[in-house]
């Protein structure tokens, strides 16, 4: 299962650079929810998946499951939803004011 999880995670990481070095702003969010969502998996993966009892001491139970990845990836998801809503609101400012999405056309021209 591990082995599946971390291909997901390879691709998300692939198709979510693929992304940034797109020309539209719309292209380069979505690559960075997709680089976020990888990072989930690889956390998720990274702290083994297994199965056992909540983390609560109890002696008749011998093995526990890790609650750590889970704040974390609970954690990284909030900032990643307040990143990708930032972004968002940039990107739709930016289109607004200046007419376009491309990148080449908002960076400008330094003979004009």
């Not at 995670?9 to 380069?28: D, H, M, S």
């Not at 093995?63 to 809503?85: K, W």
Request: aromatic share 6%; hydrophobic share 45%; proline share 4%.
């Amino acid at each position: 299962m591990e082995i599946i999880m971390s291909i997901l995670a390879g691709v998300l990481f692939t198709t979510g650079v693929y992304n940034l070095l797109q020309k539209q702003l719309l292209r380069i969010i979505i690559g960075t929810a997709l680089i976020s969502h990888g990072a989930h998996l690889f956390i998720l993966t990274m702290g083994e998946l297994k199965r056992g009892a909540p983390p609560i001491l109890d002696y008749s139970i011998d093995q526990y499951t890790d609650p750590l990845p889970q704040a974390l990836i609970l954690t990284s998801i909030v900032i990643s939803f307040g990143v990708t809503s930032l972004l968002l609101v940039l990107a739709y400012r930016a289109s607004k004011e200046n007419g376009t999405d491309n990148m080449d056309k908002l960076r400008g021209n330094e003979n004009d």
